[in-house]
């Protein structure tokens, strides 16, 4: 079974390009997260997703950044014109209520 | 808004000593829950505490909830190399399933 997937590993843009993340969850489980850490920092909550909505978006910038869940296929998190303070691990989860989150390993990305 | 603060910040210790994270949560808390992150690594879930005064224990490890479920601490006694890691607690926001998470504990062990 296995865990929260997420790919690339490390993603390394320029400035002004767009990043996508992909989130595959853990079987079974239909709540998706995403949250971003920057270096030596805490973990900042950006969405919360179920199949086809997003339930609270309140932690997303409110421009450049958007996710999906869509009905077929991995979460997708898009970050549009990347820019330097964008660079940080991205962690995606997901849980089964009432479980804790079972997080993936993280993009790494890095802006040039 | 919500605030869930973490102390120390950072905290080194000898190998064999003991370890102690304190966290605060500016809310009542429905549940607290605990996390371990090693460095380079993500977050792994270590635990759930629901009950006002609850205390659970996995090996050299003890949590505890306040009575007023407002803070928790985790307790490890005798502290091995593996232990090292940055030590997070979450709370759960007030919209619903998502957690709010502290500002962690980086712990590292000298051997």
């Known amino acids: 079974n296995a865990g929260v997937m997420q790919n690339p590993r490390h993603l390394v843009r320029r400035r002004g390009q767009e990043a996508r993340l992909r989130c595959s969850p853990m079987k079974g489980h239909s709540h998706v997260y995403w949250y971003r850490q920057l270096p030596e920092e805490g973990l900042k909550f950006m969405v919360y997703l179920q199949k086809e909505n997003i339930i609270d978006e309140s932690g997303m910038p409110k421009e450049r950044f958007s996710a999906e869940f869509p009905k077929e296929g991995p979460s997708i998190l898009r970050i549009q014109q990347v820019v330097r303070g964008d660079s940080a691990a991205y962690f995606c989860?997901?849980?089964?209520?009432?479980?804790?989150?079972?997080f993936g390993s993280g993009t790494r990305l890095t802006v040039v | 808004g919500q605030q869930v603060m973490q102390i120390p910040q950072y905290q080194h210790v000898q190998e064999g000593e003991d370890f102690t994270t304190y966290c605060n949560s500016s809310?009542?808390?429905?549940?607290i829950q605990w996390y371990k992150q090693r460095p380079g690594g993500h977050p792994v879930f270590l635990i759930q505490?629901?009950?006002?005064?609850e205390v659970k224990k996995q090996k050299r490890l003890t949590f505890q909830f306040g009575e007023a479920k407002k803070n928790s601490s985790l307790h490890i006694t005798a502290t091995q190399t593996t232990d090292v890691g940055t030590y997070f607690c979450a709370g759960p926001m007030d919209t619903g399933n998502q957690f709010y998470f502290g500002t962690g504990t980086s712990l590292t062990v000298i051997p």
């Open positions: 505490l629901v009950k006002s005064g």
């Open positions: 809310t009542t808390l429905s549940n």
């Open positions: 989860a997901s849980s089964i209520r009432p479980m804790g989150y079972t």
